[in-house]
């Protein structure tokens, strides 16, 4: 069974540009979530996908979009690179029925913004 | 909005001791999850724990949701224990987990 999986591993990028991050979720999962995760932090919640469409979103500019196709893979989009972008990303994944909201994490992309 | 706090911010242990991890949290929990942030960055499940007990070999960890908050215990702590803990708290309402700020562990030899 293959947990959560995300590429690329590790990012560099100047600031300006733009930044395309992927995410697998778990067999069985519908619902991804994506977080932030400055150094020496907690992660940070960006925004949520199910049934192909954003559902709840933290407090981030809409620099950050993302998308959700119909085998629940996820794409998270960075336009206009900041030098403060630089993280770790993480992509967790979940089922939404009831009673089953444990999120599974996946290996993370770590972004550089120079 | 959401607060979660966890205590302590850091604590440095001998092989063989035990330790207790807290987290507090501002509102009523839907789900709560206790992970542990390995060196490449990927947070590993421990416990999914909305309330009462759970024990998984040396690890256990309880939440009392009536006080908001919630415990995870270390026993005869190993050096592949070290690492951030973090604990993830969703709310009644809403999706996100919202994280603490983690506790550094660092077991020595």
């Known amino acids: 069974d293959a947990g959560v999986t995300q590429s690329p591993t590790h990012l560099i990028k100047t600031r300006g540009q733009q930044v395309t991050l992927r995410c697998s979720p778990k067999?069985?999962?519908?619902?991804v979530s994506w977080y932030q995760q400055a150094l020496g932090q907690g992660p940070q919640f960006i925004f949520q996908y199910y049934e192909e469409e954003e559902r709840q979103r933290g407090n981030f500019p809409d620099r950050f979009s993302g998308h959700q196709f119909p085998n629940y893979s996820s794409e998270l989009n960075v336009n206009a690179l900041l030098l403060g972008d630089s993280a770790l990303y993480l992509c967790a994944s979940s089922w939404r029925g009831v009673g089953h909201n444990e999120q599974f994490f996946g290996p993370g992309t770590r972004l550089t913004v120079l | 909005g959401i607060q979660v706090e966890q205590s302590p911010p850091d604590l440095i242990l001998q092989e063989g001791a035990n330790s207790t991890l807290r987290c507090n949290f501002s509102?009523?929990?839907?789900?709560l999850q206790w992970f542990h942030q390995n060196p490449w960055g990927q947070l590993i499940n421990l416990f999914y724990i909305p309330s009462g007990t759970k024990q998984n070999g040396r690890l256990s960890a309880t939440t009392v949701a009536t006080e908001r908050y919630s415990l995870l215990y270390i026993s005869s702590s190993q050096t592949t224990d070290s690492g951030v803990y973090f604990c993830?708290?969703?709310?009644?309402?809403?999706?996100?987990?919202?994280f603490g700020e983690g506790t550094q562990l660092t077991v020595n030899p």
């Open positions: 067999s069985g999962h519908d619902t």
């Open positions: 993830g708290f969703k709310e009644t309402s809403g999706s996100r987990l919202t």
């Open positions: 509102d009523s929990v839907n789900n």
